[in-house]
């Protein structure tokens, strides 16, 4: 269990470690399992991880944003048809948008301008312009995805009727 549910091997180890450390801590108490101690101890090593996943989320702050979201390389696609397609609904998505969402997506996503020199083009503080970027990010997604309903799909066609025999 512990490591299932934990990060690494040494970590494992401290959760064994401390759930029986825990455990004996309650028995010399008078508490704890009196039957069942496999599923007893199961669950303390459980409810540690957890508690220290929580808590390691809280302290471990990335030490650069750009290497957290540095870009992967990307395998070339082999279906064409299927990237023009993709990148046409990318177009009238995009072209639906409002005009201000349009700029704040196309300084940042396109030119790559740092966020502070976008906020100084639209007037704005950082935090203003980083939830503009996020409504338009959202815009985009779901006019993408009606753009995406609004195609007809071959694999759906509607029977013709018969023609009536004369």
């Keep these: 269990m512990a490591r299932q549910v934990a990060r690494t091997a040494t970590d494992a ?11 004996l801590d309650v028995l010399n108490r008078g508490g704890g399992p009196t039957t ?57 998505a995009f072209a639906r948008l409002p005009l201000r969402w349009q700029r704040v997506l196309w300084h940042l996503e396109v030119e790559d ?14 935090n203003g312009v980083s939830a503009l970027a996020y409504r338009a990010r959202k815009g985009l997604r779901e006019a993408y ?6 195609i007809p799909d071959p694999r759906k066609r509607s029977p013709r009727p018969m023609a009536d025999a004369a």
């Design 36 to 92: 069942a101690f496999r599923a007893y101890l199961l669950t303390t090593v459980r409810n540690l991880a957890t508690t220290s996943n929580t808590q390691d989320r809280r302290l471990h702050l990335a030490p650069d944003v750009d290497l957290v979201f540095a870009e992967q390389p990307r395998m070339p696609s082999i279906d064409s048809v299927s990237d023009a397609i993709d990148r046409s609904l990318l177009a009238q």
């Design 113 to 126: 301008l740092p966020l502070a020199e976008v906020a100084d083009r639209f007037g704005m503080n950082p």
């Design 145 to 150: 995805l009606d753009a995406d309903r609004a």
């Design 13 to 23: 180890e401290d959760l064994v470690a401390e759930a029986f450390a825990r455990i």
